[in-house]
């Protein structure tokens, strides 16, 4: 019998690559560079599984094929607003995607930006770097005190809980949460965290507000002028969730105006584009969309990936269907 051909969109792992050359007809990336629209619609055509990531669009127009070669669409990441998932269905492909393996990273990233923001560190170091640090003084470059603060999580799903016992355990904080479906009492527990009813309640009273939220058109501009509006003036807004979830126009407008005291962003809508007027923002730091980025989640994303695919050409469910 002949292997599947599988495309895959973007370099990964070596030793996953190596995997899937063994076991696939596999159509590597080797350049890396992102795919049109266009040839993702004929890789549909083309190839029995195709393997995006979440910097890949596949929307309903490269989804409009009639009769598609491919059935499976293993996406490389815990997020997939970056796929319209109803389309998939009505063109008769499962897609999954790779959840657990990152969490523990991603939550890492949003404790590395909650502290860059409140202690300044981004700045810190473009003074040193540009010479112009003259030296300690009592008043130089002061920041905000994280440890014993509130920290608010919007979405306390696998990544929020990590960001939350790394708050609680490592900095003493109280941990507050929003999440619009019911959370397991004893997974709240772990970090005694107490449930807000309201996004607003969240934003009212957190330090740090930690978005781990899908993305998409549910979550869109989710922080919007309004709501920057309600959090404390010396509060940090993290975001290792979506770029889209925040609108960055009135992020950027709210950190000039001191409506909140800095923010910590690894998303943003439109990326690799920024809005502009982030760069105006000194109290902002700004990361490339690194939450997953180590070597062994890189890896264990690439395993769950393979994992699926296994499952689903051995005609058993994939573990991470999400449609
Ligand atoms: C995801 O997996 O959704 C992240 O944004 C990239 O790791």
């Known amino acids: 019998m002949s292997k599947p051909k599988v495309l895959v969109t973007r370099r990964w792992p070596e030793a996953v690559e190596a995997k899937l050359k063994e076991l696939y007809d596999v159509t590597l990336n080797e350049s890396d560079t992102p795919m049109t629209g266009a040839a993702m619609r004929q890789a549909l055509l083309d190839y029995d599984a195709v393997c995006p990531t979440v910097s890949d669009k596949v929307d309903a127009a490269v989804l409009d094929v009639t009769n598609p070669r491919c059935k499976i669409m293993g996406s490389y990441g815990v997020g997939y607003s970056h796929i319209d998932t109803e389309a998939a269905k009505k063109a008769g492909i499962v897609v999954t995607n790779t959840p657990e393996v990152l969490s523990d990273c991603t939550a890492d990233l949003a404790i590395t930006l909650m502290l860059m923001a409140a202690r300044r560190a981004g700045e810190g170091e473009r003074e040193v770097r540009a010479g112009q640090w003259t030296g ?8 905000t005190k994280v440890s014993g603060g509130v920290f608010g999580v919007l ?9 939350a016992k790394r708050a609680h355990g490592g900095f003493g904080m109280k941990v507050i949460y929003f999440d619009p479906f019911p959370v397991k009492p004893e997974l709240a527990a772990e970090t005694k965290a107490e449930k807000r009813d309201t996004i607003e309640e969240v934003l009212r ?8 939220m899908p993305g998409g058109k549910e979550n869109y501009h989710l922080i919007n002028a309004e709501r920057l509006k309600l959090m404390k003036p010396t509060a940090i807004l993290v975001n290792t969730a979506r770029g889209e979830v925040v609108d960055a126009k009135a992020l950027s407008a709210a950190l000039k105006a001191g409506t909140i005291k800095g923010a910590g962003l690894d998303v943003f809508e439109g990326e690799p584009k920024i809005d502009p007027s982030l ?5 902002a730091v700004l990361l490339p969309h690194l939450g997953s980025a180590t070597q062994s989640t890189r890896e264990a994303m690439g395993w769950r990936v393979l994992e699926n695919l296994q499952a689903f050409f051995a005609g058993q469910p994939p573990r991470d269907r999400v449609a």
Do not use: Q
């Not at 300690?136 to 920041?143: A, D, F, S, Y």
């Not at 979405?155 to 960001?163: N, Q």
């Open 136 to 143: 300690w003084r009592p008043t130089h470059m002061i920041g």
């Open 205 to 212: 009273e957190a330090d740090v507000v930690s978005l781990h």
């Open 155 to 163: 979405g306390f799903g696998r990544i929020g809980r990590e960001a």
């Open 279 to 283: 760069f105006e923002c000194e109290n």
